[in-house]
Structures are given as C-alpha cells and as structure tokens.
C-alpha cells in the first residue's frame, strides 16, 4: 500500500468481527502468543457484546481491514476523569508505514474527546521501537516520572 492509497476508519460492530478477528490474532502473534483464531474471536465478540472496548477499524479502498486499534475505558483518580487505555493498535505489514497508524490514533484521540475523557494512555514493549516513533510523533509523550508493575495472577 502506497501513502496515496485511501482508507477509512470506522467503529467495529459485532457485525465486523469476522473482519477483525484474523488481525487481533495476527496482533498477539506479534507478541508471541501462539496462533489461536477461536480465541481472538470469543475474546472480540465478549468485548462488543459486553462493551467493555471500542474497536475501530482501518479499511483500504476494496474493503479489506487492514488494521485496528481497541480502546478500554477507564477513569485516572488524579484527575478524577475518564480516560482510554488504547490497548492494542496492530497494522498489518503491507500497510505500514503509509498513515494507517497514525489515522487510527488520531480516530482513538477523537473518539475520546467526544466520550469526554481527559486523555489517553498506552503502554508497548521497549523494544518495539517502530510504534515508539509512530507515538511520539503523534504527540503522545513518553512516560518517565511513573514506574509500571505487574502482579501475576492467571497470565499465561
């Protein structure tokens, strides 16, 4: 896909869980999780028809999905305001790099605009450098006066 290809994004429905499914799968195999398609789609079809995320969806011109980012509302007691933790945003290979991500960040910023939150949060593997460069230039700032743990309970 050429930076002149045109895309859309748009809200997910439950309806387009066929179509997002492959890539939320695809996504987790990013991060090393065995391929399971049965699992990436039970895990998308429990979060839209509980809407417990927003799944926005980045299509080219023919249709076909070409990447996603999922959003989880949330709240920061801080600023005693809603907030979104984008989640996951995955592109698939052949559009990299031609504005797909960066549109579906901006669709993430104004979804959380108009649901009034206060901002948006994300966190990526420091190695992953190639989304640490798309963030930033997207105006997202790095973190560094917090420190993120974890506590395993169930993670696999």
């Not at 979104?84 to 959380?112: H, I, M, Y």
Request: charged share 20%.
């Amino acid at each position: 896909m050429r930076a002149r290809d045109k895309f859309t994004v748009q809200r997910a429905t439950i309806a387009d869980l066929d179509l997002v499914a492959p890539l939320f799968d695809a996504y987790r195999q990013f991060y090393r999780k065995a391929p399971d398609a049965a699992l990436a789609r039970q895990f998308l079809l429990e979060r839209l028809r509980n809407k417990d995320s927003m799944i926005l969806l980045a299509a080219d011109s023919s249709g076909s999905v070409i990447g996603f980012t999922q959003l989880y509302p949330s709240f920061t007691s801080l600023s005693a305001a809603r907030i979104f933790v984008l989640n996951d945003l995955f592109v698939v290979p052949e559009a990299r790099r031609s504005g797909v991500g960066r549109q579906l960040l901006a669709a993430a910023k104004d979804f959380a605009q108009n649901e009034g939150a206060v901002g948006l949060t994300l966190s990526t593997e420091v190695t992953n450098t190639a989304a640490q460069a798309l963030y930033e230039s997207a105006g997202w700032v790095r973190q560094e006066d917090f420190y993120t743990y974890r506590l395993a309970c169930a993670y696999d």
